[in-house]
């Protein structure tokens, strides 16, 4: 589901505070690499929740 960008620019990685990439049907922080659950319409932004996002090789 695609957030509304009013929504989408209120929002913020719990671990560092930063910025959040909408990519349904998850939320992607490029900081930490992690990827966060868009569960019915709301985003899970639960640590707990979140699954790794691989990271680029250098």
Known sequence: MQLP???LSTLACPRCKG???NNP???HCPHCHLAY???DGVPVLLPGEAR???TSAS
């Open 5 to 7: 960008e009013w929504l």
């Open 19 to 21: 910025p959040l990439i």
């Open 25 to 27: 049907p998850e939320l």
């Open 37 to 39: 659950p868009i569960q």
């Open 52 to 54: 790794p996002l691989p």
